[in-house]
Each structure stands twice: as structure tokens, then as C-alpha cells.
T-cell receptor, first 113, second 117 residues
Framework: KAGVTQTPRYLIKTRGQQVTLSCSPI?????VSWYQQTPGQGLQFLFE???????NKGNFPGRFSGRQFSNSRSEMNVSTLELGDSALYLC???FGQGFREQYFGPGTRLTVT | AQKVTQAQTEISVVEKEDVTLDCVYE???????LFWYKQPPSGELVFLIR??????QNEISGRYSWNFQKSTSSFNFTITASQVVDSAVYFC??????????????FGAGTRLAVHP
């Protein structure tokens, strides 16, 4: 089975712009979660989607949003980018509705200048 | 509130040494899961193990072993006979049943392990 894929892998944006990141989960996985990783804050949960519904949301401003499509692919969007949004954004997928191990993609490295 | 503490920021060992990575967690839930992930320099988090709160049995997988003790809220990870390929950042994480936690992972700060030849 192919693993979790994320596109693009690297992205450079200017402050004030918006960005959309994409994640394709492992085939058959219906849950997709997003995490932000920075040197200062570590790994932080952004949100999780299951069957196109947001099930849980982390403590991030409304500029961060996401969605999931019927084929389980997910996108996250960050509007009005700030310098502090520079981070590695990781997507993870898991099978089923309950507690399952999550499998992570390689991440998208976002740099905001 | 839920919290995961990995007090060891960096550990440096010589190949073939045994090394233990500590993880202490806080939760009010009685149902929760604990995880360990490895992040090599490539950046992708690699799943290592999942353990639920009702199963305190220790686990061994090759050179890896995990010791889960609810009495001390710890879930420690030991690598026996370490190898250079074990060099990575290791994360301990917690997922709670309460408030629909499910796949919401709370991560520790990570422990960077450097194994030298």
C-alpha cells in the first residue's frame, strides 16, 4: 500500500498570502489529522477529519481551516500568513473511527517571508 | 489537563550501548492510549508502538522494549545494543477518550538520540 502523501513538499510564501496544503491518506483510511511542528512549540494538533466531518480541533486561530473530501483526501488552508506560521505541516491518516495508530506523511515545509 | 513530558532533550551514546528514553504523562481519563514515534532526519514520523491504558504488559520487539507503569504514569522506551541507524528524535504521545480525543495526539517535546560509531 502506498503511504500518506503530501503536496507540495516545500513552499515559500509571503506574509499576508494564503496557502493550501494537500494530503492523500493511505487507501482505506477515513481519518485524517493535521499537525504543525515548529522548533519552539513542538508538535501541535491542528484538526482531525473523519468521513468529511471535523471531529476535533486544536487551539489554533480561525486562519487555519481544513476540509475532507468524499475520497478521504484532505486539504488545510492558512489565510493571511504570518511569519510564525513557518513550520513543517504533517498529515496523518488512520483506519476506523476509534483509537488507531496514525501513519504520517513526509510533511510540507512552509516558509513565510 | 493532558500532558506528556520527555525530560531528556538529548542523549548521546556509543554504538552497542543500551539506552532508555523516558516518558511521563498526565491525564484524567481512565481510557487512553500511549504511542511512541520515531522521526529520522528525513522528517517523517514513524509509528513504533501503541499501548492502551488497560494493558500494562511490557512489550519487546527486536531490540526495542517498552515499560508501561500506570502507578508512575510512565511509558519508557529502551533500545538494546543501539545502532547508528537508531539516531533520530523520538516522541512519546498520548490520546484520550474524553472529549472525542480519538486521533488527537498530544506529543512530548521529543528526545534527540545520537548514536556514535
Amino acid at each position: 500500500k502506498a503511504g500518506v502523501t503530501q503536496t507540495p513538499r516545500y513552499l515559500i510564501k509571503t506574509r499576508g498570502q494564503q496557502v493550501t496544503l494537500s494530503c492523500s491518506p493511505i487507501s482505506g483510511h477515513r481519518s485524517v489529522s493535521w499537525y504543525q511542528q515548529t522548533p519552539g512549540q513542538g508538535l501541535q494538533f491542528l484538526f482531525e477529519y473523519f468521513s468529511e466531518t471535523q471531529r476535533n480541533k486544536g487551539n489554533f486561530p480561525g486562519r487555519f481551516s481544513g476540509r475532507q473530501f468524499s475520497n478521504s483526501r484532505s486539504e488545510m488552508n492558512v489565510s493571511t500568513l504570518e511569519l510564525g506560521d513557518s513550520a513543517l505541516y504533517l498529515c496523518a491518516s488512520s483506519f476506523g473511527q476509534g483509537f488507531r495508530e496514525q501513519y504520517f506523511g513526509p510533511g510540507t515545509r512552509l516558509t513565510v517571508t | 489537563a493532558q500532558k506528556v513530558t520527555q525530560a531528556q532533550t538529548e542523549i548521546s551514546v556509543v554504538e552497542k550501548e543500551d539506552v532508555t528514553l523516558d516518558c511521563v504523562y498526565e491525564t484524567r481519563d481512565t481510557t487512553y492510549y500511549l504511542f511512541w514515534y520515531k522521526q529520522p532526519p528525513s522528517g517523517e514520523l514513524v509509528f513504533l508502538i501503541r499501548r492502551n491504558s488497560f494493558d500494562e504488559q511490557n512489550e519487546i520487539s527486536g531490540r526495542y522494549s517498552w515499560n508501561f507503569q500506570k502507578s508512575t504514569s510512565s511509558f519508557n522506551f529502551t533500545i538494546t545494543a543501539s545502532q547508528v541507524v537508531d539516531s533520530a528524535v523520538y516522541f512519546c504521545a498520548l490520546s484520550e477518550a474524553g472529549s472525542g480525543g480519538y486521533n488527537k495526539l498530544i506529543f512530548g517535546a521529543g528526545t534527540r538520540l545520537a548514536v556514535h560509531p
